[in-house]
C-alpha cells in the first residue's frame, strides 16, 4: 500500500509562514495527483491546493495569492509553502495522493495530518 507522512505543522503568528512537507512512500507504481486538504474545528475537510502528475495547480480561492503547491525533486514528495497566514487557516492539514500501486491498482491515500494554528 501506500503510505504518506507529512510535516511541518505548528504555531505561529498572524502573518507568519509555513512550509508543510509530504512525503509518500510504499508500492508505488505511479502518481497521478498530490494535494493538500484541511479541516477546522466543527468544519468539514476542503481542499487547499493540488497538483498533478503535470505540474497543473489548482487552489481555494482562500489560498490563492499566499499558499504555493510544489512537488520536491526527491520523487513522490509536495510541499505547501504558506504565507502570510491568518487564523483562519488555523486546522490540521491532511496530505493526500491519488496513487496507482505496483498492482495497478488506483485509489486516494491520506496521511494523518498535521496542526497548523495561526494566532492573532
Known amino acids: 500500500q501506500v503510505q504518506l507522512v507529512e510535516s511541518g505543522g505548528g504555531l505561529v503568528q498572524a502573518g507568519g509562514s509555513l512550509r508543510l512537507s509530504c512525503a509518500a512512500s510504499g508500492s508505488i507504481f505511479r502518481i497521478d495527483a498530490m494535494g493538500w486538504y484541511r479541516q477546522a474545528p466543527g468544519r468539514q475537510r476542503e481542499l487547499v491546493a493540488g497538483i498533478t502528475r503535470g505540474g497543473s495547480t489548482n487552489y481555494a480561492d482562500s489560498a490563492k495569492g499566499r499558499f504555493t503547491i510544489s512537488r520536491g525533486n526527491v520523487e513522490n514528495t509536495v510541499y505547501l509553502q504558506m504565507n502570510n497566514l491568518k487564523p483562519e487557516d488555523t486546522a490540521v492539514y491532511y496530505c493526500?495522493?491519488?496513487?496507482?500501486?505496483?498492482?495497478?491498482?488506483?485509489?486516494?491515500?491520506w496521511g494523518k495530518g498535521t496542526l497548523v494554528t495561526v494566532s492573532s
Open positions: 493526500n495522493v491519488f496513487a496507482v500501486t505496483t498492482t495497478l491498482v488506483g485509489g486516494d491515500y
